[in-house]
């Protein structure tokens, strides 16, 4: 008897070695979760603190690597062109090597004039539209003229890549430099694609994006610019004027 007692004994305590190194090892583990974000609760929440949905990647906080594509600031941060302030005039060299201004369109009952620049993913992303603009609105007065705001500085953005570029894409409209780049802070541009649509008297009438999503043409909900044309068209105001651009920022001189 006095055997089996002592054999009772060590089973007991071997029981209870077994399952609190389990228990140890249960809340090492949903600690562990906890921290790396991966602790799910119902319906496939995923639990940071409070917040709801999936995680982060990597549970980065703030804008993605690079910065956030959309303008940050607000038209009296940036204190260029606000609605219905008239365009001051330019006469900048195209790529062909003319100069052109807005005077010198010819029948114009409005412009499309878009900020915007060779190596920009965003601007590469609406070249193709900015063409089917121009090639539909250009025949009823209203012109797409693209202008390059970064620094020439980067031999990408320079006046012979302006060149190449226009000449790849087949631009039909005018790409001109802004040399000295003193034209694109009087209208307020800070991103590459940043556009401003002017009516015939070159009063501001529409600042922002082109559309509603610069990555899928096809998903396109809103067309900013066409919407805003085809209400001068009508004889009436723009019913959104303004929209945050979508883009790269513009590049400065060093100097």
């Not at 694609?193 to 070159?202: E, N, Y």
């Not at 085809?230 to 303004?242: I, M, N």
């Not at 945050?244 to 400065?252: D, E, L, S």
Request: a neutral charge; one cysteine or more; proline letters at 7%.
């Amino acid at each position: 008897m006095k055997r089996i007692s002592i054999i009772a004994i060590m089973l007991t305590l071997s029981v209870s070695v077994f399952v609190s190194c389990k228990d140890k090892a249960s809340h090492k583990n949903e600690t562990a979760l906890e921290h790396d974000g991966r602790g799910q609760g119902p319906e496939g929440q995923h639990h940071d603190g409070d917040r709801k949905g999936p995680p982060h990647q990597g549970d980065r906080k703030g804008p993605p690597k690079g910065g956030s594509p959309e303008q940050t600031k607000t038209i009296e941060e940036i204190g260029g062109y606000n609605i219905g302030d008239v365009a001051t005039d330019f006469n900048l060299k195209n790529v062909d090597g003319s100069m052109v201004s807005l005077a010198s369109v010819k029948d114009a009952k409005g412009y499309i004039v878009t900020f915007t620049c060779n190596e920009c993913p965003f601007s590469k992303l609406y070249e193709d539209r900015l063409i089917a603009l121009h090639n539909t609105y250009a025949p009823q007065g209203y012109p797409v003229i693209a202008i390059n705001p970064n620094s020439p500085e980067n031999e990408k953005e320079g006046y012979a890549a302006m060149q190449a570029r226009a000449k790849e894409k087949g631009f039909p409209f005018a790409y001109l430099v802004d040399e000295g780049q003193k034209i694109y802070p009087q209208y307020g541009a800070v991103r590459t694609p940043h556009v401003f649509v002017l009516d015939s008297d070159r009063k501001v009438q529409y600042i922002g994006t082109i559309d509603d999503n610069s990555k899928s043409p096809e998903d396109v909900k809103t067309k900013y610019v066409e919407d805003a044309i085809l209400a001068l068209q009508a004889g009436k105001k723009p019913t959104t004027t303004l929209t945050k651009a979508i883009g790269c920022p513009v590049k400065a001189s060093r100097g």
